[in-house]
């Protein structure tokens, strides 16, 4: 079954903090990954991105993610956060080269306090 | 940037009627647009993937009759709940794929429409 799962459901963190958070999917055949993040009141936007070449993905905001293959993993990491990274982060999959149908996973909420 | 809209951004209805939402791609094209629902604190569930020109194809679970879609044109989807009922309450979003090229299509979310039956 095609799936997403994230580890964290809510993660808390002092400013400056480093961040990770998980996620893993099970989907057959080659993937996009994606991951999205939704600030409070707003609608979901796309941080970053991987469909092929190197598995480091660096996105907008310092957000980088890397994709290990034989993990089935696509973790999100950012060094140093900031109160205002405060906000619900989800993993998405979809299939490579097709309509982009999007699976997401359940969403991790982050409170980044000052 | 890619820029999808939806309206209205916010519909509160009586139970039994039946409720429009638009879905547009402002600056680009879309022969598919997808449906979700966000239930709270939840995350995003596909209900049904817009086709312009021909028919939508449904998820597993997802009422056609009541979930009417109809991709009008390249830039316009509409998702239509008939008879809504209470549980039918939940926030609604449409994406629109823009492509970079072969297989490297990326969704783009509109900012969602809040539904409230009472």
């Known amino acids: 079954a095609q799936s997403v799962s994230q580890h964290n459901h809510h993660v808390i963190l002092s400013e400056a903090a480093s961040l990770e958070l998980g996620c893993n999917y099970s989907?057959?055949?080659?993937?996009?990954l994606f991951w999205y993040v939704q600030y409070p009141g707003q609608h979901l936007q796309l941080l970053l991105k991987?469909?092929?070449?190197?598995?480091l993905v660096k996105g907008i905001k310092g957000f980088e993610a890397e994709f290990i293959k034989s993990k089935f993993s696509f973790n999100l990491r950012k060094p140093s956060v900031q109160w205002s990274d405060t906000a619900e982060y989800f993993c998405a999959v979809g299939p490579s080269g097709g309509y982009n149908k999007l699976i997401f996973g359940a969403g991790t909420r982050l409170a980044v306090h000052p | 940037g890619a820029v999808v809209s939806q309206h209205p951004s916010r519909v509160i209805c009586k139970s039994g009627t039946s409720v429009k939402i638009e879905c547009r791609s402002l600056?680009?094209?879309?022969?598919?647009m997808f449906w979700y629902r966000q239930f709270p604190k939840q995350s995003l569930m596909l209900m049904a993937t817009?086709?312009?020109?021909?028919?939508?194809?449904?998820e597993q679970g997802v009422e056609k009759d009541k979930f009417l879609i109809n991709h009008a044109s390249l830039t316009l989807s509409t998702l239509t709940v008939t008879s809504a009922h209470p549980e039918d309450s939940s926030f609604y979003i449409c994406?629109?794929?823009?492509?970079?090229?072969?297989?490297?299509?990326?969704?783009?979310f509109g900012p969602g429409t809040r539904l409230t039956v009472l």
């Open positions: 989907y057959g055949g080659t993937v996009n």
């Open positions: 991987y469909f092929s070449g190197d598995p």
């Open positions: 600056d680009f094209q879309a022969t598919t």
């Open positions: 994406s629109a794929p823009s492509s970079g090229g072969a297989g490297t299509d990326t969704q783009y």
């Open positions: 817009s086709n312009e020109g021909s028919k939508a194809t449904y």
